[in-house]
């Protein structure tokens, strides 16, 4: 066959319109599709956060927060478990937050990092709540080894993180930018700050994961206030069940299993509870005291 048959035959197969049933044929199938009856939320004209009003009436803040909107609305897995977890983990996190001196808003830094997910890891390998790399939560006092991983810990981890963001507070003095250096780093955002003579994050020309993270924090301040508005009902959410005790060691635990049995629990509730036990022992040979939750039977 000649070349310009060919050429010929084919602009009259892309110039065919589509058969109507086609394009009919798509639209019955998705009729169900959530997104045609819940439009992502249009943008506020503010969000307060950490004691800050944030407005997006400048085209490209209104534009910044506007995608995260929509991303938030469609993202329809990780939302809606964010929305069922949240009363379990903010009703841990919260308290020690406020007593940190941090503000209670930097719960949504947490959420933007981790979906709430305290078993959580990055493929860089950040962990936890917190997604604390292994030399950061060190720096910052957390235990990290094979059979002890406190990045895992709620409440160490929290602890951790409020040293960070308090720090981070007294060198900028504007949480949306220790926000920020928690995502780009201290460094990062001290050069840039410098360089660009500015005195905010928010005023900076940053990397889009980084310019993002920040308008992802409010979004998820304004999400977990008005889930309706995303189109969200969740009436079962995760409970937070209180311990039963809290048993304190400093010698050495050679059968997690064993130890779950002889309180009154099993090695999965356990594991569950104290996610920072990373083995099935506990060697302990610098004898260290520990914090061991007990669970109830229907942790």
């Not at 639209?27 to 004691?51: C, I, K, M, S, Y």
């Not at 400093?250 to 629990?265: C, K, Q, R, V, W």
Request: a negative charge; charged letters at 25%; glycine letters at 4%.
């Amino acid at each position: 066959m000649n070349k310009p048959l060919v050429f010929f035959l084919l602009a009259c197969c892309l110039a065919a319109p589509v058969p109507a049933c086609a394009q009919v044929s798509y639209f019955q199938e998705n009729t169900e599709d959530p997104a045609l009856h819940f439009p992502a939320p249009r943008v506020p004209a503010f969000v307060e956060f950490a004691g800050q009003t944030y407005r997006f009436d400048r085209p490209d803040l209104y534009e910044r927060m506007d995608r995260e909107l929509i991303a938030f609305t469609y993202s329809h897995t990780n939302s809606i478990l964010m929305l069922k977890r949240a009363e379990r983990i903010f009703r841990q996190v919260v308290p020690i937050l406020q007593k940190n001196g941090v503000p209670e808003d930097l719960k949504y830094l947490m959420a933007i990092e981790s979906n709430l997910d305290p078993k959580a890891v990055s493929t860089a390998g950040a962990a936890g709540l917190w997604q604390f790399m292994k030399a950061t939560g060190r720096g910052y006092g957390l235990e990290v080894a094979d059979e002890v991983d406190e990045r895992y810990n709620i409440e160490k981890a929290t602890v951790a993180a409020c040293k960070y963001l308090k720090e981070a507070y007294a060198k900028y003095g504007d949480w949306m930018t220790v926000a920020a250096s928690y995502n780009a780093g201290q460094g990062g955002i001290s050069k840039r700050l410098t360089d660009q003579k500015q005195k905010k994050a928010m005023d900076l020309f940053l990397p889009t994961e980084t310019s993002r993270y920040m308008f992802r924090i409010l979004t998820a301040k304004y999400f977990f206030e008005n889930p309706e508005e995303f189109g969200f009902q969740v009436t079962d959410s995760y409970p937070y069940l209180e311990p039963k005790e809290t048993v304190t060691v400093s010698e050495a635990i050679p059968s997690l299993t064993d130890f779950a049995i002889e309180h009154g629990t099993t090695y999965f509730f356990l594991k569950e509870a104290n996610l920072w036990l990373r083995s099935d022992k506990l060697t302990n040979k610098a004898a260290k005291t520990y914090q061991i939750i007990i669970p109830t039977s229907e942790y």
